[in-house]
């Protein structure tokens, strides 16, 4: 079959980006806007665990996330890249009709920088955690229900934090500040979720 036949998208995709500290409930907001708004949740973390341990990037990528490192910046966009392709190809994300809602990604100032060739920022959604010792609890809830081994290891919690305050939170730096709507996540989640779609009903309408 030629390849033409399924064109490579050229734009860039319409995004929010969904950031917060590890257990902040990023992954539920995005499932809820998803569904509430026919938009398109992608979790760069899902991309990973879904991986064959035994395939090569799958290899690279379980050695980092099961000790709560960052998988390496060209090698978390090239995963990334070559997802989005596949979704597309596949009928299961339209680029000119939905917006992409990303969770995970980007994590370093260098993945800022390689993905404007990729996305167009609409609007970041911080989500602040006063009580951080809720956080670990908030993880150990989810393990047992999706099974995560690496979010029961306090070990790996802790370096997780510490990666997300020393990195994560400098990349809010690179994009200009009105772009960036925080909200409080010491709620509940359909709390969250009626902030987030109040104060933003225009872009996700």
């Not at 734009?11 to 950031?19: T, V, W």
């Amino acid at each position: 079959m030629s390849s033409s036949v399924i064109p490579p998208f050229e734009g860039k995709f319409k995004s929010i980006l969904l950031y917060g500290p590890p257990g902040s409930g990023k992954g539920t907001l995005g499932k809820f806007l998803s569904s509430v708004g026919s938009h398109f949740h992608l979790s760069s973390g899902d991309i990973f665990r879904r991986l064959p341990i035994d395939s090569p990037a799958g290899k690279i990528v379980h050695q980092y996330i099961s000790k709560g490192l960052l998988v390496p910046d060209e090698v978390t966009i090239k995963i990334w890249h070559y997802y989005m392709s596949g979704l597309i190809a596949t009928n299961h994300y339209y680029p000119q009709q939905q917006l992409l809602l990303l969770d995970g990604i980007p994590r370093t100032e260098t993945q800022v920088e390689i993905l404007k060739k990729y996305i167009d920022v609409q609007k970041i959604i911080l989500l602040d955690v006063k009580q951080e010792g809720d956080l670990f609890k908030r993880l150990q809830k989810r393990a047992l229900i999706e099974k995560r081994l690496d979010d029961q290891n306090p070990d790996v919690f802790k370096t997780r934090m510490d990666l997300y305050m020393k990195e994560t939170t400098k990349i809010l730096k690179s994009y200009p500040s009105d772009l960036v709507a925080e909200f409080s996540a010491d709620q509940k989640p359909l709390e969250v979720l009626r902030d987030v779609l109040v104060r933003l009903c225009d872009l996700l309408a």
